[in-house]
């Protein structure tokens, strides 16, 4: 498909409502369902992505049976579409703040750990001083959040990770080891460190495979040939740790997602001395090469202030593992 149209035309084309269909398409491999989220007819959008591909002279995207995949073309222009996006939204909150407006928006994709009180009360912080900024914050598991951040749906992830992430900046980066948690009475409660071993001997509340806790610990009994047969799998933490309560029931987490519950005698967080349990990351990302508008900057230097400031001098012994 050859292209005879100018740069100019070209260029002008990309900031229309074609490329924002396009970019929708991208995100969720399909017309059909780009249609659903964007409330436009399904053909109306294949008619301004056929326009696009004989502007350029490109097929933007592999057609499957199940789905669309962006070819290297399309995966070139969805990068421009997200930056161009991005672009404009830092320039419009940029221009209000110059009018002296206090407004803005942060997107925020968090692991569900973090969600529970942790980032909700950096959040709460930060509307006390900036009453007019307003949070989304959306609730995934570990791979989505970065996957959020690098297709431009989330300001700011955070997260725990294994391995780098492509077109992920690591604005923070902290140990996050895994430990047993469980109700104060609970026979091992006052123990120093306990093995997964242990644990077995009581009822567990697992999370769901899905999670790197959940990976980690599945590792960790796979080296000592420990079956599990956990009493309870949830990916919904709370119900963990209702579990908890009222019997010897254990499960595990990392210190965030329980340093609060900890804090109050709820629960007791003891350390685990099994090898690889402490083979993961908590991360603060945000995507590569992009500029975020100023209401997440400060957010983000908020978030990251807290965290350093909380570091532990020894990994090992955090006040999530003290003893009621």
């Known amino acids: 498909m050859p292209s005879h149209r100018?740069?100019?035309?070209?260029?002008?084309?990309?900031?229309?409502?074609?490329?924002?269909?396009?970019?929708?398409?991208?995100?969720?491999?399909?017309?059909?369902?780009?249609?659903?989220?964007?409330?436009?007819?399904?053909?109306?959008?294949?008619?301004?992505?056929?326009?696009?591909?004989?502007?350029?002279?490109?097929?933007?995207?592999?057609r499957r049976p199940r789905g669309m995949v962006p070819s290297a073309a399309g995966e070139l222009l969805a990068s421009h579409a997200i930056k161009s996006a991005h672009e404009a939204e830092r320039v419009a909150h940029d221009i209000q703040a110059l009018q002296g407006l206090q407004r803005g928006r942060v997107r925020v994709a968090t692991t569900e750990g973090f969600a529970m009180e942790f980032v909700p009360q950096l959040i709460a912080s930060f509307v006390h001083k900036n009453p007019g900024v307003q949070f989304h914050m959306e609730v995934l598991p570990p791979a989505d959040v970065s996957r959020r951040v690098v297709q431009g749906d989330a300001d700011i992830g955070v997260t725990f990770t294994r391995a780098v992430e492509k077109d992920i900046r690591v604005e923070l980066i902290r140990p996050a080891p895994i430990y047993a948690v469980m109700r104060s009475g609970h026979p091992l409660a006052r123990l120093r460190r306990i093995g997964v071993a242990q644990m077995l001997a009581y009822p567990l509340a697992l999370p769901?495979?899905?999670?790197?806790?959940r990976q980690l610990f599945d590792i960790a009994c796979s080296l000592r040939r420990l079956a599990v047969t956990?009493?309870?799998?949830?990916?919904?933490?709370?119900?963990?740790?209702?579990?908890?309560?009222?019997?010897?029931?254990?499960?595990?987490?990392?210190?965030?997602?329980?340093?609060?519950?900890?804090?109050?005698?709820?629960?007791?967080a003891i350390a685990l001395r099994d090898p690889g349990l402490a083979l993961r990351n908590m991360e603060v990302q945000t995507l590569v090469g992009r500029e975020l508008p100023r209401a997440a900057q400060a957010f983000l230097a908020d978030l990251k202030a807290d965290l350093k400031a909380d570091l532990a001098p020894d990994a090992d012994e955090p006040a999530a593992a003290a003893a009621p």
């Open 6 to 62: 100018p740069l100019p035309a070209i260029a002008r084309q990309l900031q229309d409502t074609s490329l924002r269909y396009f970019l929708e398409v991208v995100r969720c491999g399909s017309i059909a369902e780009a249609s659903v989220r964007l409330n436009v007819a399904g053909s109306a959008i294949s008619r301004h992505i056929t326009q696009l591909e004989a502007l350029m002279g490109i097929s933007l995207f592999e």
């Open 208 to 213: 769901s495979p899905d999670t790197t806790v």
């Open 230 to 268: 956990p009493a309870l799998t949830s990916n919904y933490i709370a119900g963990l740790f209702g579990f908890l309560r009222e019997h010897d029931g254990i499960t595990i987490a990392g210190e965030l997602s329980i340093r609060n519950q900890v804090a109050r005698g709820d629960l007791v």
